[in-house]
Structure formats: C-alpha cells, structure tokens
C-alpha cells in the first residue's frame, strides 16, 4: 500500500491486491474536505490495505461520509460491502442502475467468477451492501463536502453502462474512472469489455472533453496533466482500434491474432514488453477482453 498526494485535498491510494503484478495498478481516491469521500474502494482483498491508509493518514473510518463509485466491477467496486463494515456512516453513492446489484450482488458475484475465474477469488467474495447505506448518483448532481470542495456527477456510459465520472471544478480535477481508457507506466491503453457501444463511449469522452480538466484521474492507474490531450488521445485510439479489430474479426482473425496486428500497428503498445510476466499476463489477459468488446460490437454494427 502507498499513498500519493495529487492535491491537498486529494490523495490516491495504490491498494496493492495481494495478487502477483498488481502494484500500481488499481487505485483509489481520497477527497478530504470537511467532509470526506472515498472513490472505488477496490476488491476486498484490498480493504485492509485501504483502511491502513486511512491509518496512514490520521484519518478515523467512522470520519468517511461517502463512497462514490465509477462502476462496480469487482476490483473498483466489489469490496464496498466489506468495507462498509469499518465505515459506520459513509453512504454508498453508485449509477441508479447499480444499486440493486450492490444490495444483491450474486449475479454480480457469478459474472465475476464465470469472466475472471481464479482471478475473482483472489480478489474476494462481493459482500451486499445495505440498502439503507445506498443512494443513486444522478447526472450533474454534486457532492458537497464542504470547505469549497465540490464534485459534479457525471454519467459516462461506455467502459460499463453504469459508469460515472466526477469532476473537481475548482482544481480542474477529473476522475475518470475508465471512461478513458487505463493508464500503464505512462502509456494508455482502451478498456472495452463486452458489451461495448462505439457512439456510447464517444458521447462520454466528448463530453469530459467539454469540461476542459487540467488533471485527469485514471482508476487504473495515476494522475496526469494534459488531462484533455490525453482524452482526446483516448477517443482517437477508440476509433482506430475499432477499427482494426472490426475488420480483422470480419475476416475470422481470432482475439489473439488481432492483438498481435494492434502491436504491429500501434507503437503504445510497447510498454508490453517492459512488464514483467505477471503484470504482462494481466495486461494481456485485459487486452483480449478489451479486443473481444470491439470486435463483437464492429460485427453487431456491420
């Protein structure tokens, strides 16, 4: 576990799952104002390392009041409930859409589980999450927490279809959750999973674009400047591997040949080969993921 400030009033936390290549790799963010509010507290085999942090940080659990998710996929969202349990009075703040599947997470649990397999187990049993502690995040709704710190909600659908980002107008900081794509070493990369919607995500990244942040926030993984260049990047990316992932699939190429075709044609790519073998199984195993959402979408668009 590590914690990084990004501002005086934000702090990242690299939650280090224990689970071999996953340093610097799932993050979560701590807003401190008067009040104080936890975005994505990771799987829970990485709540004990969230709650060291808070310990690190001086910070009392019961001194939480939100937890706001970007989406509920199992290593952004999946140990909330575990958490909840240190956190006496934080209120969970997820896309309407998500909340049933918080209270009730067992189709979460066994989609997690028939995608990831043994990867779901170490990232630990979703535990539901009271739905007295539950409460929808709506578009352009804010966060107050006081002190001048407001975050504005912003649906972005594309990376899941429950996806929302928040934006720190004051400080031009954007969280982003993975409506634009992750953020390896430096180098960024798409995260497209089935089901995936190509006007969708376009529609969601024009629209953090319009914002004009000067920070932006990667759930996976770390903060950089040039925040638009950077979702402009993402949206560019988007339509090139589209693209080439469409037409390579239409001619019966497989997931793995299409990758391949993607490192021959896209130099960001590199940054595969200066990972070590269990960072580059997990990037490669996502990549699949992300080549399989393009793809069928391509196919579905003709």
């Known amino acids: 576990m590590e914690v990084h400030a990004i501002s005086p009033t934000l702090k990242l936390i690299d939650l280090q799952p224990p689970i071999p290549g996953y340093e610097r790799f799932i993050g979560a963010y701590l807003f401190v104002g008067e009040k104080k509010a936890i975005v994505d507290p990771g799987p829970a085999s990485a709540v004990p390392n969230l709650l060291s942090a808070l310990a690190e940080l001086n910070i009392s659990p019961g001194a939480i009041d939100y937890v706001i998710l970007t989406h509920i996929h199992i290593d952004h969202a999946g140990g909330t409930g575990t958490a909840l349990r240190d956190l006496p009075r934080a209120t969970v703040l997820a896309h309407g859409q998500a909340l049933r599947h918080l209270a009730d997470p067992g189709k979460l649990w066994e989609a997690s589980l028939k995608t990831l397999g043994d990867l779901a187990l170490q990232y630990g049993r979703i535990e539901p999450v009271p739905e007295d502690r539950l409460a929808a995040a709506t578009n352009l709704m804010t966060v107050e927490l006081g002190g001048g710190l407001v975050l504005e909600v912003h649906l972005t659908p594309g990376h899941a279809a429950h996806h929302l980002s928040l934006f720190d107008r004051k400080d031009g900081v954007l969280i982003a959750g993975e409506a634009a794509g992750v953020c390896i070493n430096g180098a960024v990369r798409l995260a497209t999973p089935p089901p995936f919607r190509l006007d969708e ?17 990667y759930g996976h993984f770390g903060c950089y400047g040039n925040a638009v260049d950077r979702l402009r990047l993402a949206r560019s990316r988007l339509l090139t591997w589209y693209e080439t992932a469409g037409s390579a699939a239409r001619e019966g190429k497989s ?13 960001s790519l590199d940054y595969l080969s200066r990972l070590d073998e ?7 195993d996502l990549l699949v993921n992300t080549i399989n959402g393009l793809s069928q979408s391509a196919r579905q668009d003709g």
């Open 201 to 217: 995500t376009l529609s969601s990244i024009d629209r953090l674009i319009a914002l004009k942040p000067r920070t932006l926030c």
């Open 255 to 267: 997931p793995e040949q299409i990758l391949e075709l993607l490192r021959e044609k896209d130099a």
């Open 278 to 284: 269990h960072a580059y199984r997990r990037e490669h």
